[in-house]
């Protein structure tokens, strides 16, 4: 069965970093898109970043876009997301996704997502 699993989250203070890491199980990542979303509590899930299966094209959401970087390393299966002056704002629950179809954008994130990991929370406070 195709797994992904979220680390990485963790407790920072205003203005820290972390580095996400989507990892794969049981399939091989090279052929996925990988979508990085997040819910904050009480707000609506939104897509934050994705890269596609080739790492060439990536697309941030402009509420992260300067601050976080997505990359990839199909050899190890794994997807990261290196987050940079995080505010409380970016304190969410953070899910990767994977989809065949490539990332395309829409109003709420990015459409398609076949696979979902089960989430890391990240709290931004001091």
């Known amino acids: 069965q195709l797994q992904l699993v979220e680390s990485g989250g963790g407790l920072v203070q205003p203005g820290g970093s972390l580095r996400l890491a989507c990892a794969a199980a049981?399939?091989?990542?090279?052929?996925?898109?990988i979508g990085w979303f997040r819910q904050a509590p009480g707000k609506e899930r939104e897509g934050v970043s994705c890269i596609v299966s080739s790492g060439t094209h990536t697309h941030y959401a402009d509420s992260v876009k300067g601050r976080f970087t997505i990359s990839r390393d199909n050899a190890k299966s794994t997807v990261y997301l290196e987050m940079k002056n995080l505010t409380p704002e970016d304190t969410a629950v953070y899910y990767c996704a994977a989809t065949t179809r490539g990332c395309i954008v829409t109003i709420s994130g990015y459409y398609g997502m076949d696979y979902w990991g089960k989430g890391t929370l990240v709290t931004v406070s001091s």
């Open positions: 049981g399939f091989a990542l090279d052929s996925y898109s």
